[in-house]
Nanobody, 118 residues
């Protein structure tokens, strides 16, 4: 089974930037859509951005123009560049395949915590 490890989170001031990485234990090429999700305290996990095997990207309205998702098929890695961070971006960020039921995608990793101070 594919294992996903997220990293790159931390504490940053509003307006700052962070780059998150998600490294898979084996090829994720079989998953057309890879995505970043986030879960704030007391809230559900929401999709933030997705990228297709061919490089087509989609973003939640709340992050459009500030976040950029990318994937390197050879390195089994997905990145999320986050700029102009806002306190509302504070959450645990996870990566996983998208548009699949849980039984067909990797188990969820531990995520990486992003905290944005005002």
């Amino acid at each position: 089974q594919v294992h996903l490890v997220e990293s790159g989170g931390g504490l940053v001031q509003a307006g700052g930037s962070l780059r998150l990485s998600c490294v898979a234990s084996e090829s994720i090429d079989r998953f057309n859509l890879m995505a970043w999700y986030r879960q704030a305290p007391g809230k559900r996990r929401d999709l933030v951005a997705s990228v297709s095997r061919g490089g087509t990207t989609n973003y939640a309205d709340t992050v459009k123009g500030r976040f950029t998702i990318s994937r390197d098929r050879g390195k089994n890695t997905v990145w999320l560049q986050m700029n102009s961070l806002e306190p509302e971006d504070t959450a645990v960020y996870y990566c996983n395949a998208a548009a699949l039921p849980d039984i067909l995608r990797p188990g969820w990793g531990k995520g990486t915590l992003v905290t944005v101070s005002s």
